[in-house]
């Protein structure tokens, strides 16, 4: 007959048997997850080898068919090619009445450009604005609010929006620019100065 202290000696020791299965399982499924996932990556290195692989072999066959192309026309073509790029002008073609493509000065390109002048009076918004940038206030960038206060020094007393409105006109016409950073800013733009006459 058993005793009670061998009962709980055999219970100990299938205890002790059942946490090593237990941690040898989870060790296992690890294990079996790590594979599982390097199989899967390997399946996908094999499909991205395959597909370069199919790849390749399609600029072999088209290699093999520009060789055996080559053999035949090769001499041929390189003729034919050296000549039309002998008479073939840079940058594409040329119309009758174009400088030879031979010529050995380079033309020179006119081009006709039609400005309208603008006129303003020096007691408008407008002129008063011009007569500033031809003075080089806006040498450096105002505000709309320092050029209003100019323009109230020379005795015009328009709104801020009424002068927003003429200082975007003349951005839009290149003789100022519009900058933004905590507020818009306006600066003249490279020779706005000379474009402004002052009679």
């Not at 020179?108 to 918004?125: F, H, Y």
Request: glycine residues 6%.
């Amino acid at each position: 007959m058993v005793t009670k202290e061998e009962a709980l000696k055999h219970l100990d020791e299938l205890e002790k048997k059942v946490e090593t299965v237990v941690k040898e399982r989870g060790e296992l499924k690890e294990t079996l997850r790590v594979s599982a996932n390097a199989m899967i990556d390997l399946a996908k290195v094999q499909k991205r080898l395959e597909s370069e692989v199919a790849h390749l072999k399609k600029f072999e066959k088209f290699e093999a068919a520009f060789l055996s192309l080559k053999s035949i026309v090769g001499p041929v073509a390189e003729e034919i090619v050296e000549e039309r790029l002998k008479n073939f002008p840079v940058g594409g073609g040329y119309a009758p009445g174009d400088p030879s493509p031979g010529t050995a000065e380079l033309p020179s390109l006119i081009v006709n450009v039609d400005r309208p002048d603008l006129v303003a009076e020096d007691t408008t918004l407008r002129g008063a604005l011009a007569i500033l940038i031809s003075e080089g206030f806006f040498d450096a960038k105002k505000s709309i609010g320092n050029a209003r206060n100019k323009l109230k020094a020379m005795g015009l007393d328009d709104t801020e929006k009424t002068v927003e409105a003429e200082l975007v006109r003349l951005c839009q016409w290149r003789f100022l620019e519009r900058q933004f950073t905590d507020r818009f800013w306006y600066v003249a733009t490279e020779g706005a100065k000379v474009r402004v006459t002052v009679r």
